[in-house]
């Protein structure tokens, strides 16, 4: 198992002992708060806590019991609006509701 893998759980089960103290729309303080935890713990640039936190978030938010980097890899779709600087977790489901509305096409429906 790699070493991220390692933060990546670690980072899951964060996010599942701290989610309650954020209302829904403040996501972005609960990865701030877990990437600086990654960077202490694990010595992982900002960017690479950053990320790993924001793919926990979206297992967390996905309800999965257990960590599935293939799926968060593959079907989950992370989009930061850079306005508001707020993170979106996006399954395929979801993109497949919305797409129409945007005049978007999917190419694997």
């Given at each position: 198992?790699?070493?991220?893998?390692?933060?990546?759980?670690?980072?899951?089960?964060?996010?599942?002992?701290?989610?309650?103290?954020?209302?829904?729309?403040?996501?972005?303080?609960?990865?701030?708060?877990?990437?600086?935890?990654?960077?202490?713990?694990?010595?992982?640039?900002?960017?690479?806590?950053?990320?790993?936190?924001?793919?926990?978030?979206?297992?967390?938010?996905a309800g999965r019991k257990t960590p599935n980097l293939e799926i968060a890899d593959g079907q989950v779709v992370y989009v930061r609006?850079?306005?508001?600087?707020?993170?979106?977790?996006?399954?395929?489901?979801?993109?497949?509701?919305?797409?129409?509305?945007?005049?978007?096409?999917?190419?694997?429906?």
């Amino acid at each position: 198992m790699s070493y991220d893998y390692f933060a990546f759980c670690t980072a899951i089960s964060f996010i599942r002992n701290h989610i309650g103290q954020f209302l829904a729309g403040r996501e972005e303080k609960l990865i701030a708060l877990c990437a600086d935890s990654l960077k202490i713990q694990y010595d992982l640039t900002a960017r690479s806590a950053e990320r790993i936190s924001i793919r926990a978030l979206g297992e967390v938010q996905a309800g999965r019991k257990t960590p599935n980097l293939e799926i968060a890899d593959g079907q989950v779709v992370y989009v930061r609006d850079p306005e508001k600087r707020e993170i979106y977790a996006l399954t395929a489901s979801m993109l497949r509701r919305i797409a129409p509305k945007y005049g978007v096409t999917l190419q694997h429906p």
